[in-house]
């Protein structure tokens, strides 16, 4: 209980300063969202505890006196939020079960201000904030100096429409300098400036701070014949209202995890900031059947773009051994949401890391995910440190088999070739998605049959049908399991030699690495029989990567493992498509830019790269030509800048033989 009242006191504060101050210091959006989940998980087990004022029962912030309060007919919900894949398919699996098989309608979630706008005979009379969810702000004053917001609509209709206000990149950009030659303070993001120039009581200041709007939302289309949300978007756009161009139909729960991936990778070109993805059921009938909760809708949900960067304390510093010997400090954290995974560990990667960024247990440190993937402590909230921290100090022998450690550049190893947790990472490696991609051998698997003896080196995985009795004997594996695993080891032994070679664990050749060795030599005889000297004169390998491979062959515990891998049949041969003629794309660099409508963006990658292109993520001098779909951004100016050639989608798709 006591745990229940401090949490509705610091989410009532930290609403108090994001909604009235425009200033929210006190949480960061990670930590509010973690507080509320926790809130309402106490208050579904403790429904005699909810209080009055908990901050479940808001769906917005509080009313500012010094604007006329607005109440809305027609309630302004909230919508409910999801962080990662599973949420999302949670959200599909309740709407199936009760028996609605929808379409959805995708759009992009604007990190602005919510207005309601109402017209009588097509024309403007009010515009209102969000306020509370029932009673708003009057700032008509205001919203009629932005420009996309019509005064006068193409048809004599009375209509309430609902969208987001906010400020441009570019506009907060020129904002601040201006701000700052007045010897002001800069504002900190697009979404706090545009809510502290809507709240201006004088409307010649928001007038000079050109705000801008995207309209998504008609609250009562049924009122006009309209059947479906898309339906409504159009009749919106008809009307004269600025719709966002960026929403899709879209089929199932795949697709919905699709366009979130798009517009995460396209979110940075575009002109404003977004903070996630919308999804709507969009046949208006199935709103009515999946009805609303107290606070959200059903029938929509909202995913949030996780956080860029958390804090969060470190708890202690635990090492690890992986499938080179390589040692590292890993933290163990208090557990925390970072890019739409609950963290609870982080990499430190090695001890020349650790005392240059004087990490401690028990700091506070700010975590972020390295490539949108591998979590790490990026530094340390030196202000927060405690007295009792204790200073870093690195292990001086192997945590599994008590090894003395050997130190190799800045990195520290255990030698010994038994040590049973390095050969267990060398076959969890081996069968991982980006390798031989064997489908139900997962790393605590991997691990009890080590320990069973069933699988000790990576050739005993094409033997484990030997084991089919001994595998029905453990929990967890029927008939039907046992056979999805021998068919996918089955299967593994078809892919191409450049994921074998990621696959073996030679140092420093991953996915890349190893497609441009396959594609060079064809098979695993030629690349083995390859000297120093052309290793190293092939592009993007050099004196490294080849003195690696070199030695990688001379172990003949590594040929007699490739000469027993060949005896069961696995695959030793380049299975890639070889350009036989030059084409638009050879030896040409191509950059991708904005949202493509007909192809994915590693689909196009994919098809550039096998008709001899090369791709990147940046435009420069090197660049032949930037491909450019919806919404380009930056690397759009910037090729128009270097006179760059400019391909839009459609004659890229020419382009394709």
Known sequence: MDRYNELVEILTKANYEYHILDNPTTLTDQEYDNYLRELYKIEEEHPEWIRDDSPTHKIGGVILDKFNKVTHKIPMMSLADVFNEDEIREFDTRILKEGVHPKYVCELKIDGLSVSLKYENGLLVSGATRGDGTIGEDITHNVKTIKQVPLKLSEPIDIEVRGEIYMSKKTLVELNKTREANGEVPLKNCRNAAAGSVRQLDSSIAAKRNLEVWIYHLPNPEDYGIKTHHEALEFMKKLGFRVNPNNEIVNNVEEILDF?????????ELPYDIDGVVVKVDNLHDHEILGNTIRYPK???????????????????????????????????EPVMVMGSLISKATLHNEEYCKMKDIRIGDTVKIIKAGDVIPRVESVVFENRVSSAIPFKFIDRCPICSSILVKKDAS?????????KKNIERLIH????????????????IEDLYNL???KEIPDIYKLKDYTEELKLLEGFGDKSINNLLNSIEESKKVSLDKLLFAIGIRYVGKKTGKILAKRFKNIDELMNASYETLRDIRDVGDVIALSVKKYFEDEANIQMIEKLKTLGVNMEYLGTEV??????????????????NITRDDAKEKIESLGGNTSGSVSKK???????????????????????????EKFLEMLP
């Open 453 to 455: 003896n069933y699988i």
């Open 260 to 268: 979130i991936k798009r517009k995460g990778e396209a979110r940075e």
């Open 623 to 649: 660049t032949d030509v930037v491909i450019c779909g919806k919404d380009p951004g930056s690397k759009y100016t910037k090729a128009v800048e270097l006179g760059i050639e400019i391909w839009d989608e």
């Open 430 to 445: 081996f069968v991982s998605r980006d390798t031989m991609n064997i489908d139900g051998l997962g790393d605590a698997i």
């Open 299 to 333: 029938w929509a949900c909202a995913y949030k773009f996780p956080a860029q960067e958390v804090q969060t304390k470190l708890k202690d510093i635990k090492f690890t051994v992986g499938r080179t010997g390589q040692v590292t400090p890993n933290a163990i954290l």
């Open 580 to 597: 036989s003629e030059e084409t638009v794309f050879t030896n040409r660099t191509f950059v991708l830019t904005g949202s493509l409508s």
């Open 412 to 420: 520290y190893y255990c030698v010994n070739e038994d040590c049973e």
